[in-house]
T-cell receptor
Framework: DVKVTQSSRYLVKRTGEKVFLECVQD?????MFWYRQDPGLGLRLIYF???????EKGDIPEGYSVSREKKERFSLILESASTNQTSMYLC??????????????FGDGTRLSIL | GEDVEQSLFLSVREGDSSVINCTYT??????LYWYKQEPGAGLQLLTY?????DMKQDQRLTVLLNKKDKHLSLRIADTQTGDSAIYFC???????????????FGRGTQLTVWP
């Protein structure tokens, strides 16, 4: 079974801090994704990566950056955390060939609170 | 428009059937997915349907696809209290001329099952 592990289930940080959210997958997947989930808004894509050292902006990249130095790890960085970044953050991974029936596998999420 | 649409709430009595509806946007989407999210957890793949199919059945789950209307539905037979969760539909969209793609999610339908 594919395992996507997010380093923290709950995280509390202060406004202005630099925050790192880590995600690791163990199935040699090329594609990795970061979403945020807010009530009534569903999942919104922040950034994604199709390969090591590659990154692309999703729908709401402002205030975030990412790092993909190794295939199995995809980090989301809040450069200067703000209260409107309080949310549930979900990481996902999938094989490169997106036309296959291989679904995105999700981690359990990190609930981040910015005070 | 660009959005994947689904109603936000559905309440049913235990033992009844539930039907969750979704409209998607891209007629070239190849795979359409239903994900389930239980409280405090990430998303798990429930089922999927390939675009050349009209119907797919998997135990208590039936997925119907109407490509002409771009309408997808998920029927849960004999709904149980354990089915209470948020259900997301998602469509695949590809870059022009590429197999690289991403999922677009609806906002999720909160299914509440009453005993």
């Amino acid at each position: 079974d594919v395992k996507v592990t997010q380093s923290s289930r709950y995280l509390v940080k202060r406004t202005g801090e630099k925050v790192f959210l880590e995600c690791v997958q163990d199935m040699d997947h090329e594609n990795m994704f970061w979403y945020r989930q807010d009530p009534g808004l569903g999942l919104r894509l922040i950034y994604f990566s199709y390969d090591v050292k590659m990154k692309e902006k999703g729908d709401i990249p402002e205030g975030y950056s990412v790092s993909r130095e190794k295939k199995e790890r995809f980090s989301l960085i809040l450069e200067s955390a703000s209260t409107n970044q309080t949310s549930m953050y979900l990481c996902a991974s999938t094989l490169k060939e997106f036309y296959s029936n291989q679904p995105q596998h999700f981690g359990d999420g990190t609930r981040l609170s910015i005070l | 428009g660009e959005d994947v649409e689904q109603s936000l709430f559905l309440s049913v009595r235990e033992g009844d059937s539930s039907v969750i509806n979704c409209t998607y946007t891209d007629s070239s989407s190849t795979y359409l997915y239903w994900y389930k999210q239980e409280p405090g957890a990430g998303l798990q793949l429930l089922t999927y349907i390939f675009s050349n199919m009209d119907m797919k059945q998997d135990q208590r789950l039936t997925v119907l696809l109407n490509k002409k209307d771009k309408h997808l539905s998920l029927r849960i037979a004999d709904t149980q209290t354990g089915d209470s969760a948020i259900y997301f539909c998602a469509e695949t969209r590809y870059r022009r001329g590429s197999t690289l793609g991403r999922l677009y999610f609806g906002r999720g339908t909160q299914l509440t099952v009453w005993p």
